[in-house]
Nanobody, 124 residues
Framework: QVQVVESGGGAVQAGGSLRLSCVVS????????LAWFRRAPGKEREGVAA???????TYSDAVKGRFTISKDNVNNALYLQMSTLKPEDSAMYYC??????????????????WGQGTQVTVSS
């Protein structure tokens, strides 16, 4: 069973930065497909950024150029560096993992393993 645990959320002012971290259990971390999602109140969960086993990355248009996804295969860790944060970035952020990579890396249905989420609040 793959376990996913996020950390690093918090409150920040608009224009600030924050880094989210996620630890994913398992012996095959380097082959996993990994992603960050978020859900704001009253909205559906949306894909933010994804990284596959070849380190290819995908970003949503909403965060492209401001957020960076990366991973550390030694420590089974996934990161999301968020910069130039906006109030509309406020949401619960979730880390997700799957053993198989699909052609739709920002699609919620492509991931079987999820963390509990970490809250990010950006004030204006």
């Amino acid at each position: 069973q793959v376990q996913v645990v996020e950390s690093g959320g918090g409150a920040v002012q608009a224009g600030g930065s924050l880094r989210l971290s996620c630890v994913v259990s398992g012996d095959s971390f380097s082959t996993y497909c990994l992603a960050w999602f978020r859900r704001a109140p009253g909205k559906e969960r949306e894909g933010v950024a994804a990284i596959d086993s070849d380190d290819s990355t995908t970003y949503s248009d909403a965060v492209k150029g401001r957020f960076t996804i990366s991973k550390d295969n030694v420590n089974n860790a996934l990161y999301l560096q968020m910069s130039t944060l906006k109030p509309e970035d406020s949401a619960m952020y979730y880390c997700a993992a799957d053993l198989y990579c699909s052609d739709y890396p920002l699609d919620t249905e492509e991931y079987h393993y999820w963390g509990q989420g970490t809250q990010v609040t950006v004030s204006s």
